[in-house]
């Protein structure tokens, strides 16, 4: 008997699906009263989350696209850093004008700044939600110094319920809540753990 | 509540109060008594058997559950001066007479009318009158009354209609003391640690006095205080409502 | 007691080096829960809804693992199944040496701990790097975790300076936290991305969606996981969840009770490995489904236990965890839970000592954010405990005198006067010291009663 079969005989008999859909749903009606406050206006609640000690996200906020490259030499400069950046392969990017920048060819392994995209903002929590697609790799989302968060204000929603986007399932789906950090040492809290240091929301509309 | 103001109330008194304090048992006497009760005192009491339930020994639990349900449910109120003892009748018998189809019925009826004697007197809407006590207290939240029997708000309203009595917080009331029963002989050594914590906020209130409802953990805190040197006194809470705080605190020769 | 329990509990209360570190890590997590719940005023409602929600699961729980299943391997990740913790670590090693994997990356797992995986690993020759700050000073130092959100909360930055200037290629030079934890970056991150293969745990696993969910605040998760070219899971059967949403309403009571904040910084959700057009990602991904005691556990009493999060609360609340720390629990888990979960995965005999270890003060279940009975589970164990004999003849036969005695009035009355005369021997006021009583009176006072019992003098016309 393989271990799959032991421990599904263990187990017992399997109910019906839809019947077991039916009660999983059922757990949840009512649910919506039960959360923790959410706040008002959006785009305030959302800022109000990126500004708490655990999430530490500075941000700015632009009425296009057309002003992002800017928004970002005025961060980078502001900051102190490298007029450098790495670019997604998303189309949005290639529209714009990055000559004031240096567009690094491979995603620095350490240092360096990010540029990403997120589908979606939540503003229970201030999270940014992302999935991965070819415009989209994962990796240096999580491998940069500093991360640079694009977000149409039009992609705000309120609760983390709402952040799963329709349809098919992405390979990874996943929320950025403020920048890496840990507390394993003597309870300090270090910013910039493994992930960034440092997380940038640049709003747009 | 629906009481009758004259009602007849059987006194459990707890085995600890029995043998090491009977203060708190005239204490309750006489609180009742003001409060317009009958009490009678049940003659075949001995212990609710909570050292037996905690130690895992069912059986003999079991067999203390029914002993008691049957010499207490005869009483309109089942009046107990200890949380742990009332929570032990209130919430674990009919648990342990579950499944006896005997005794379960009984067990909910004598755990329905079981209470812990502040948060009987406080329910009854009686207040101390005429008792003073010039004192500076802190108060302890026993584990078992606080979260078996929701005993919190009723002593500190009690006590708040005694003459000249000022109640300071205790920084962390609500945690344990370290007694916990059995605990206390089998694990002395962390039960000493966890006292010794418990110790130093009392000490840091500046209160005189210490008042809980449960005479274990009295028993507990004030021989840490005292062998800290402390001069903090401890009393049970129904002693301070009776206005027999005069007399000995623990550990003073009664 | 057991010698083994007693020496690591004396060994805790004399290291006041622990206590200042439990102190800083448990009971911040405690003022920090507490203002995060303060502000959430149904979290009582919420935390009943999520007992539900984990009851269902458990209840249905071979339905879910086998739509789990379907799902995770239509996204094309492949599920294997594991009883026992040795068939789990087999299954993991197998798996690495099919891929050539000469090191592998891991990120946090208490199930990897549970189920002996480092060992497992060590013993296959195959390199192992902990990418979890914590994990990687522990991995250092030799040790096993002492807390299940902060495992090296026992170091102190002196330790750590010291096992970091030993091992690492570029140590800090500044003796400050912030430039330790830079070194430890430094070391670990070509280890991350050079890694064969990566293993995590898993927080949830989506039963419709077939989603492996990790949470983390480091970010190591995502950098040990992605790049590698093949990731495997080892998850306990018991996390399932029906759906995304089900998961979001756990998430909101996990971030919040175990350390005050709204959501912890990493929450990714893996279906399946890299699909075409995918930057990075794994070629393979391989998630093992692990029993170990589990559906043992849900027949015998403990399904309400299979309800747990893994947030710590309970641990950070417990008054005796406060004086002994992680290690001292001597298993996998401690605090509350760990006194819950090791009878069960690492037998009662042995262990008898944890369930009993405890005051059954109740605040444990009173801030459980899946509302587990822990003192009702614990009172369990002390009947089973009590049944097989395990309890000492001590306490057997104290317990039995004196309930043969309490059954009889006027053999207990007469006990009691005897009693009340022999502690009188020893004083009339405070005792310092009381025979037989070494354990109270090593540390305390104890108050002498009085003359003569309540009952004898009411009987008298006392009143």
């Known amino acids: 008997m393989s271990a799959r079969d032991a421990i599904l005989a263990r187990l017992g008999p399997v109910r019906d699906p839809a019947v077991l859909a039916a009660e999983a749903a059922a757990l949840l009606a009512g649910e919506e009263r039960e959360r923790p406050a959410g706040g008002e206006d959006l785009v305030a609640r959302f800022l109000a989350q990126l500004g708490q000690p655990s999430v530490a996200a500075t941000h700015a906020r632009i009425g296009s696209l057309a002003e992002l490259p800017g928004a970002v030499s005025g961060y980078l400069a502001a900051e102190g850093a490298e007029p450098a950046l790495w670019l997604p392969p998303d189309a949005r990017v290639a529209g714009l004008d990055w000559s004031g920048l240096t567009r690094l060819a491979d995603c620095p392994i350490d240092d360096g700044a990010v540029l990403a995209f997120a589908r979606a903002g939540v503003a229970e929590t201030g999270s940014l939600v992302f999935e991965t697609s070819p415009e989209a790799p994962m990796l240096p989302n999580f491998l940069a110094l500093r991360h640079i968060v694009v977000l149409e204000v039009a992609g705000l929603v309120r609760w983390l319920e709402d952040a799963a986007p329709g349809g098919a399932v992405p390979r990874a789906h996943y929320w950025v809540t403020g920048v890496s950090g840990t507390t394993d040492i003597e309870g300090t809290y270090v910013r910039g753990a493994h992930g960034p240091r440092f997380l940038h929301v640049v709003l747009v509309g | ?254 | 007691m057991s010698r083994a329990f007693d020496a690591r509990v004396d060994a805790a209360l004399a290291d006041r080096q622990l206590k200042i570190a439990v102190e800083r890590t448990a009971g911040t997590a405690e003022a920090k829960r507490g203002v995060a719940i303060g502000a959430w005023p149904s979290f009582g409602a919420a935390r009943e809804r999520a007992a539900a929600i984990k009851d269902h699961v458990i209840a249905n729980l071979g339905a879910y693992l086998v739509q789990f299943e379907a799902a995770a391997t239509a996204s094309g990740a492949t599920v294997h199944w594991a009883q026992t913790a040795d068939e789990a670590c087999s299954i993991v090693v197998e798996i690495c040496r099919k891929a050539g994997a000469k090191s592998v990356a891991r990120s946090k797992s208490m199930l990897g701990e549970e189920i002996g995986l480092p060992h497992a690993l060590e013993a296959a020759g195959i390199g192992r790097v902990e990418t979890d700050l914590a994990e990687h000073i522990i991995q250092l130092a030799g040790e096993r975790p002492s807390h299940i959100i902060w495992p090296a909360m026992h170091k102190t930055r002196e330790q750590v300076s010291e096992l970091f200037h030993a091992r690492h290629r570029e140590p800090h030079v500044e003796e400050s936290i912030v430039a330790m934890a830079a070194s430890a970056r430094r070391q670990l991150r070509g280890e991350m991305l050079g890694a064969d293969v990566g293993i995590s745990g898993a927080n949830f696993l989506i039963a419709d969606s077939g989603q492996v969910c990790t949470v983390t605040n480091e970010g190591n998760a995502e950098l040990s996981l992605v790049p590698p070219r093949v990731h495997i899971v080892t998850a306990g059967i018991e996390k399932l969840v029906p759906s995304m949403d089900h998961a979001v309403h756990l998430l909101r009571l996990l971030a919040r009770s175990a350390t005050g904040a709204a959501l912890t910084q990493y929450t990714t959700f893996y279906a399946g490995p890299k699909r075409a057009g995918d930057h990075d990602g794994p070629e393979e991904m391989h998630i093992v489904l692990v029993d170990n005691g589990r559906s043992a556990m849900r027949d015998d009493g403990l399904a309400e236990m299979l309800r747990c999060i893994r947030c710590g609360a309970c641990m950070n609340h417990c008054v005796v965890f406060r004086q002994i720390g992680g290690h001292a629990y001597g298993g996998t888990y401690p605090g509350p839970m760990g006194s819950v979960l090791t009878p069960a995965l690492d037998g009662l005999a042995a262990n008898r000592d944890l369930p009993n270890a405890c005051t059954m003060n109740g605040k444990c279940q009173e801030v459980c954010p899946v509302a587990i009975p822990l003192p009702t589970l614990l009172r369990g164990w002390r009947e089973k405990s009590w049944r097989e004999g395990l309890e000492p003849v001590t306490l057997r036969s104290g317990l039995g005198l004196w309930a043969w005695a309490a059954r009889r009035p006027w053999l207990y009355r007469a006990g009691v006067r005897w009693a009340i005369r022999a502690m009188r021997l020893a004083g009339r006021g405070w005792i310092a010291k009381l025979p037989f009583a070494g354990g109270w009176t090593g540390g305390r006072d104890f108050p002498a009663p009085a003359a003569e019992s309540f009952m004898d003098r009411y009987r008298k016309g006392e009143r």
């Not at chain 2, 043998?19 to 009490?39: H, I, S, T």
């Not at chain 2, 212990?47 to 559950?65: E, H, I, V, Y």
């Not at chain 2, 000249?164 to 370290?178: H, I, K, N, Q, R």
Request: with cysteine; net charge negative.
């Open chain 2, 1 to 254: 509540m629906t009481i009758a103001p004259s009602s007849r109330v059987a006194l459990f008194v707890t085995c600890l109060v029995d043998a090491m304090r009977p203060r708190v048992g005239f204490a309750a006497l006489r609180a009742l008594a003001d409060a317009g009760c009958e009490v009678v005192v049940p003659e075949a009491q001995t212990c609710c058997g909570q050292p037996a339930l905690n130690s895992g020994d069912r059986a003999t639990a079991t067999d203390f559950a029914r002993r008691n349900v049957a010499m207490l449910e005869s009483y309109e109120a089942i009046v107990v001066p200890s949380g742990s003892c009332a929570g032990t009748i209130r919430c674990h018998y009919p648990e342990l007479l579950a499944d006896d189809p005997q005794w379960a019925a009984r067990a909910e009826a004598v755990a329905a009318k079981t209470w812990e004697i502040l948060a009987w007197l406080d329910a009854r809407g009686w207040r101390p009158e005429g008792v003073a006590l010039e004192a500076r207290a802190t108060y302890h939240d026993s584990c078992s009354g606080l979260r078996e029997l929701g005993i919190k708000a009723q002593p500190r309203r009690l006590l708040g209609a005694v003459d000249g009595l000022d109640l300071v917080p205790l920084a962390g009331e609500e945690t344990c003391c370290g007694f916990g029963g059995t605990f206390c002989v089998k694990y002395p050594a962390i039960s000493n640690a966890i006292a010794d914590e418990k110790a130093a906020a009392v000490e840091a209130t500046g209160a005189g006095l210490l008042l809980a409802g449960d005479l274990g953990c009295l028993m507990n805190m004030a021989g840490k205080l005292h062998r800290r040197g402390s001069d903090v006194r401890a009393f049970h809470t129904i002693e301070v409502l009776a206005g027999m705080a005069d007399g000995p605190a623990i550990g003073e020769a009664q």
